[in-house]
């Protein structure tokens, strides 16, 4: 079986302009060699960076920036080398149609995220700059509580402020997915309170297997499965639970299964932005050992087409429309 890929989130931005290391082939995580064995493939990127003015070294060795305008700028610039550097092997994609056109020509459709609004200052001005840019999905935190939320590490009893309501409609407005994998819990209920269109938890596992604050509840899961929105299996082993093998990060997709997830699971690997991964995985060319335990388990081709490449496409073309 010829396994599809679209992975909603990965750091390899962050990692390549630390380590200085190429797209085309590197030490890291993901690169376009390695991932060239899906068919077809479509990644998101994150643009992600802590801001310290001080200028400390921020987590997994990453750099960090005197505010969010020097991260933005510095990480879409060394995209947008990595894209000129590829042009015949990678497209930027802004709709599911374009992804489609980019696979027909045999290239990986690369679409672009932020990880916290807070390197967007969390304004709505910026969003729409970065939607002009590119910018499909956006993380309305990262670990650090903002002007929209508190997050389920920083102010985990604070919910979105008046300022993130107003900024979850600018999202819905423009096309652009809204990402909880980090918000708070009651930050979270808000977002499902409030959203007309599918959101996403692009790199958070089960809760059920693992209780760590990272992960989601039941119910959390049975709210964007209402919405129809997708969450993408997280391979930090930290998010897994304990001697993590392939069967550990199938468990998590089994449980999901159980809350009626069929259509509602997608891979988040956070590749590139964790430094353990489970047993026998070393980056992007072992995902396909997760899809090929799935079908000695027995699952349907077409359930593991889904849960891998399916189910995401469908949120970026339910979103994603301009």
């Not at 390197?119 to 729409?128: E, K, Q, T």
Request: aromatic share 8%.
């Amino acid at each position: 079986m010829r396994i599809p890929l679209f992975d909603a989130h990965c750091d390899t931005i962050s990692a390549m302009l630390t380590t200085d290391q190429p797209l085309w082939r590197n030490q890291l995580h993901v690169d376009l060699q390695r991932g060239a064995r899906y068919t077809p493939w479509a990644q998101f990127f994150a643009i992600f960076g802590q801001i310290d003015p001080l200028g400390g070294t921020g987590l997994c060795g990453f750099a960090t920036y005197p505010d969010g305008a020097h991260c933005f700028a510095a990480q879409y610039r060394l995209f947008q080398g990595a894209l000129a550097a590829n042009r015949d092997h990678m497209q930027l994609c802004r709709t599911a149609s374009d992804a489609e056109s980019a696979m027909l020509s045999g290239k990986m459709a690369a679409f672009l995220s932020v990880e916290g609004a807070e390197l967007l200052n969390c304004s709505i001005d910026r969003l729409g700059e970065a939607h002009e840019l590119g910018v499909r999905m956006v993380g309305l935190t990262w670990n650090d509580a903002n002007a929209l939320s508190g997050t389920n590490i920083d102010a985990p009893e604070r919910g979105l402020t008046e300022l993130g309501h107003r900024f979850l409609r600018r999202c819905e407005e423009l096309g652009v997915i809204v990402d909880v994998s980090h918000i708070s819990v009651p930050g979270f209920w808000d977002v499902a309170e409030e959203s007309t269109k599918p959101f996403i938890a692009s790199h958070s596992n089960a809760y059920a297997l693992c209780p760590h604050s990272r992960n989601l509840t039941d119910d959390q899961f049975r709210a964007i499965v209402k919405a129809n929105g997708v969450a993408g299996l997280n391979l930090y082993t930290a998010f897994l639970g304990e001697k993590v093998t392939v069967d550990t990060a199938a468990e998590h997709i089994e449980h999901f299964l159980g809350l009626g997830g069929a259509r509602n699971i997608a891979i988040g690997a956070d590749l590139d932005g964790c430094d353990t991964l489970p047993e026998g995985f070393y980056g992007i060319e072992d995902l396909e050992k997760l899809a090929n335990r799935l079908l000695q388990k027995n699952y349907a081709e077409d359930l593991v087409c889904d849960i891998f490449y399916h189910n995401l496409m469908r949120v970026v073309s339910e979103v994603c429309v301009i």
